[in-house]
């Protein structure tokens, strides 16, 4: 049997993983007073009543606190473990279940050891603490389930990185460190809602448009290669074939064509952050029904600059989601999306752009100039 305490804390990060194996000892002075008591109570005995029964307590009390140090100690050598969730997506609401498996190569045993574990959502960075209470049997790989409801949105991270054994008696704790972790993504649970539609007059400026102006470019840097005959002078990197003494070329990606331009504007509280990644993902859902395609942009504070995620079906969608949460949501937030968006990509007209205004998830149309 296994029990579960819980021990509800607000984390910044999670402990660091310590490197190399190292180990510390506890001891419990109450379990300490008793045994000495039982000893001395023995030994006085034996004095009293020279009984070869009493000696032989005596002697085996004598080998026994030894013995059970170091087999605890051996034990916290020999025992790993891991952590697993059964799925690697799940919606909000739904019952989840974690294992955690600990695997015991050696042939001692404890009836008590602890396994101080961390789940957080490192998209809002909250975490808690909990500590899990198990019996490990020797020469065995035993799995020890747990259900969990998660109702927050973002990248759930079960870590693990400090573990305890008790000895025998429960004198003496050894408490050694360990690398247990991974991580589930709780995506907005598909609903059927009103059919959204783009806005009045989208068509040509929502998605990325060409114009005859010198020196516009709307394509995008894919890859460097050597020159090939037919390919165009303006796409040479001269300054690249200078180094290396023949021509290479920029290979581009065209921006242009169907794809429209959607900017997520994620705001800084959770509350209205959660709302918007719900009903947002509801209307992309619902445009990806009309066979539109999507270039989904986030900003990153952390590359200072936007992460794209090209979406074109409901699969590509849940995977862009899985990306914006695992950079948190301070970084995915910011107050000058305009002026990064006229600087990022000045080809732009305009945009489409998910955005909370009135307390009221909006699809809407900006104007990039």
């Given at each position: ?7 509800k ?7 660091a ?7 510390k000892?506890h ?6 007073t ?8 023995v030994?006085?005995?034996f ?19 030894p013995?059970s140090?170091c087999m605890?100690w051996?034990?916290?050598?020999r ?13 909000p609401?739904?019952?989840?279940e ?8 050696s042939y ?5 050891s602890?396994?101080l ?19 490990i049997p ?14 927050d949105l ?10 305890s054994?008790?000895?025998?008696l429960?004198?003496?704790?050894i ?10 993504y709780i995506l ?6 009103v059919r ?14 060409e ?7 709307h394509s ?10 037919g390919?165009?002078?303006?796409d040479?990197?001269?300054k ?36 918007l990644?719900?009903?947002?993902y ?19 504070q952390?590359?200072?600059?936007f ?10 969608l ?8 695992c ?10 999306l ?8 000045p080809?732009?007209e ?16 900006w104007?990039?100039?």
């Open positions: 049997m296994h029990r579960i305490d819980r021990k804390t607000r984390r910044n990060k999670i402990p993983n310590l490197e190399g194996k190292n180990k000892v001891i419990s002075v109450l379990h300490l008793a045994f000495l008591l039982v000893y001395l109570s030994a006085l005995l004095l009293i009543f020279r009984g070869y029964t009493f000696l032989v307590m005596w002697m085996i009390l004598t080998a026994l606190l013995c140090f605890a051996q034990l916290a050598d025992v790993e473990g891991n952590i697993f969730p059964e799925t690697e997506i799940a919606r609401g739904d019952a989840v974690l294992t955690v498996s600990v695997h015991n190569s001692f045993a404890t009836l008590r602890t396994w574990l961390h789940i957080g959502n490192s998209f809002y960075e909250t975490y808690d603490e909990h500590k899990l209470i198990l019996a020797p020469r065995q790989t035993r799995p020890f389930p747990m259900h969990l409801v998660l109702n973002g990248r759930i991270v079960f870590t693990c990185h400090t573990y054994v008790s000895d025998l429960g004198i003496f704790t408490c050694s460190d360990c690398d247990m972790e991974s991580c589930l907005p649970r598909p609903e059927n809602s959204t539609s783009l806005p009045e007059a989208h068509s040509g400026v929502a998605e990325l448009s114009h005859s102006r010198k020196g516009n470019d995008e840097i894919s890859d460097i290669r050597t020159y090939h005959t390919d165009r002078l303006k040479i990197h001269w690249l074939s200078a180094k290396n003494r023949e021509l290479m070329v920029k290979e581009r990606v065209s921006l242009s064509g169907s794809e429209h331009v959607l900017l997520f504007d994620l705001p800084r509280q959770k509350t209205d952050a959660e709302r990644l719900t009903e947002g509801q209307q992309i859902r619902q445009l990806l029904d009309t066979h539109l395609t999507f270039r989904l942009l986030v900003w990153n952390r590359h200072f600059s992460d794209i995620h090209s979406v074109g079906c409901l699969a590509d849940d995977h862009a989601y899985c990306q914006i949460y950079t948190s949501l301070p970084s995915r937030s910011s107050d000058l305009h002026q990064y968006m006229r600087n990022c990509y080809q732009l305009t945009y489409l752009c998910i955005t909370l205004k009135e307390e009221a998830v909006q699809l809407e149309i104007s990039n100039g």
